[in-house]
């Protein structure tokens, strides 16, 4: 992912617990996944709008852009919900984290990241600016929390620390199919 324009809100959800160091170590283990697309994570730009998304994501395998846009959505909405993923530039990749989720195997997933989507209005809004003043500031927001906390039950980000979130096995499954 290019590494200027990296400016993402930090939103804390009422669900989320202080973060240990022996956490984030554990979290950083490498998983299969993550090895597929990690050749092509500096090609990633989400920063730049929905256009320069859509030409860096052009020449890397989909598999690869499935997996990293999963990747960042899981991130980011167990941090700050769904309203964080929306208002940074990672909501940028939605469409392709839809696209993800279904292809592992996850679809009910998929349908909370849809609904949520659908929040935003038809046609997704790709542009961060527009999704800003959609979901509106980290105070007074959008409320999307039912939805949160239906990622949350399937997805396992409650304890995303202390073992693999739910979708792992799938995406490393995912990542093992030649092709």
């Not at 299969?32 to 730009?45: K, L």
């Not at 202390?162 to 792992?168: F, G, Q, T």
Request: aromatic content about 16%; charged content about 25%; hydrophobic content about 35%.
């Amino acid at each position: 992912m290019k590494s200027e324009n990296r400016h993402l809100v930090v939103r804390r959800v009422q669900r989320q617990r202080k973060i240990e160091f022996d956490d984030v170590l554990h979290f950083q283990c490498t998983k299969a996944y993550q090895a597929f697309y990690e050749p092509y994570y500096d090609t990633f730009n989400f920063c730049e709008g929905r256009k320069e998304w859509l030409r860096s994501i052009s020449t890397p395998p989909l598999k690869a852009v499935h997996l990293f846009s999963l990747h960042w959505l899981h991130l980011v909405v167990y941090n700050g919900g769904f309203w964080q993923y929306f208002y940074n530039s990672t909501g940028t990749s939605a469409p392709e984290v839809v696209e993800g989720f279904a292809t592992i195997g996850m679809p009910e997933v998929c349908s909370i990241v849809q609904d949520a989507m659908s929040k935003l209005g038809t046609p997704y809004p790709g542009d961060k600016a527009t999704r800003e003043v959609i979901v509106g500031p980290w105070d007074d927001g959008m409320d999307i929390g039912e939805l949160n906390d239906a990622f949350y039950e399937l997805a396992d980000t409650e304890t995303f620390f202390r073992k693999l979130p739910d979708c792992v096995p799938f995406a490393d499954a995912y990542a093992a199919v030649p092709g």
